[in-house]
């Protein structure tokens, strides 16, 4: 069981190294280091200075890796930048808006991902990895020089994954030519005439931890193709079985046709329209006002809600007719019924909440139904989906579980336990989004004295009393002490509190 982060450069009062989160399995194993501690950067500063910042930081990593991988070719460097500042200046949705028949544009003006389209003739050729447009207009004559077809009028190349700024990653993804040949009237045939347009992109990179998948590729499916209404067709690059199975709900909201595995598949798809890449806002989020029809993340999340639904209503026929069967005594349940519910997203290991079992106890006192969830890769979304969409509270650690958050019914409390060293992570992948999506969100920060580090070092080693400086030292002290080793007790008086709060607050709103 490999673990996986990468770090983060933060514009902050430093520069610092921080950490996404880890998932039950990987691709990658990146090692990261930190470039430059001296910058001192002001937390707002302006759009400007900071674009200035990412490109020295784009030319500092571009040495550092020149210089790692020259000193040490197992290292992979993984680089990622605090963007929620810069995002304004960020993509413009209609630099592409109108593309003539026979041509590409590529908009490039986002550091989180490319994306081209192509309008006119479009054929695949998986075998040379190529996107073909055909221009049947007398300029490309011009352009070209001659009327051989074989030369290409234009040639773009574009990796279709959406961590355009991390170079290890984005150097897994397979590359796709898209080019555009004049047409000399020669036939060329189609196996299959598609009438919607193509969305293609990459199921590779980060795929396998559950927080990639939604913040790297579903949530910007969902903001690339959600407005052609299901009539348009993916073809997936490194293409999963797997990911198509556990991801089937939602794709079936989102497109009618069946997904094209681009190198599986050598027959010639031919299109009028293909969007190749997809659009990417920010953290687990949306902003409605770059999205077409103003969608925003709560129509995500009600359309993650139409995906599962059928799945979970022949779920519950399923049990009704078990418990018909059986005879279940449905007082208990009745009973139950009026309590809010409060739902623990469970690890074990590292991370683990070492007395789980009290902090089960101490909710039912307090007057919770408490469920605890441990989902393992092999569980199916959808019966996720329908525990944490029936609670009012959901509370875990601090990793790529609580993507979950997004399972949450509106105006559900998250309360997001932060082990030492996390903080920042912790807030801008979970807390933020979370509060965008309209939780009320809680994060529990730890004391020293709740992690299990409190007994592995001295009461003043910074580990326990300054985690930033350690963190600033690299992602490998990250990743060894914070996220591998870590586990956390919870003071049961403290943590008390905020699930009171949260219980008069759910008694409240229902
Ligand atoms: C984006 O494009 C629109 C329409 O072309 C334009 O009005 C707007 O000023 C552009 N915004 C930015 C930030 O470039
Ligand atoms: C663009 O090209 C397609 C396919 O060649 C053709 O069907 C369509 O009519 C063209 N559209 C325009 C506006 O020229
Ligand atoms: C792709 O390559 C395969 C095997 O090399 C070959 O059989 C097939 O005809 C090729 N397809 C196209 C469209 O060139
Ligand atoms: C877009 O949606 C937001 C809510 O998500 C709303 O506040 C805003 O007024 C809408 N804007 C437009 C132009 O419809
Ligand atoms: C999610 O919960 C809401 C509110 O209880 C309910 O209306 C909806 O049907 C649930 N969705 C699914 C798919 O079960
Ligand atoms: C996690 O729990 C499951 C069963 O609840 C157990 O089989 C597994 O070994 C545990 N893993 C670790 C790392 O403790």
Redesign the pocket.
Known sequence: MVKYQKNHLMYNKRIKEYVVDEDEESCLVPFGVICGKSSHINKRAKPKLLYFVFLSLVFCSLILTHHLLSSNSNFSLLYSFGFDKCSEADINTSICSSVPNGTICCDRSSIRSDICIMRGDVRTHSNSSSIVLYNTDGLSDYLSGNDDEATPIQHEIIRPYTRKWETSVMNTIDELNLIVKRDSGTHHKCDIQHDVPAVFFSTGGYTGNLYHEFNDGILPLYITCQHFNKKVVFVILEYHGWWITKYGDILSQLSEYPVIDFSGDKRVHCFRETIIGLRIHDELSIDSSLTEGNKSIRDFHSLL?QS??PR?SDLIQEEEREKEKVGVNNNQISKNLNKPKLVIVSRNGSRAITNEESVVKMAEDIGFLVEVLRPERSTELAKI??VV??SDVMVGVHGAAMTHFLFT?PGSVFIQVVPLGTDWAAETYYGEPARKLGLRYIGYKIWAKESSLYHDYEKKDPILTDPDSVNSKGWEFTKKIYLDRQTVRLDLTRFQKRLIRAYHYTININ
């Open positions: 809600d599962y639904w979970i989906y329908r969409n029936s019914k």
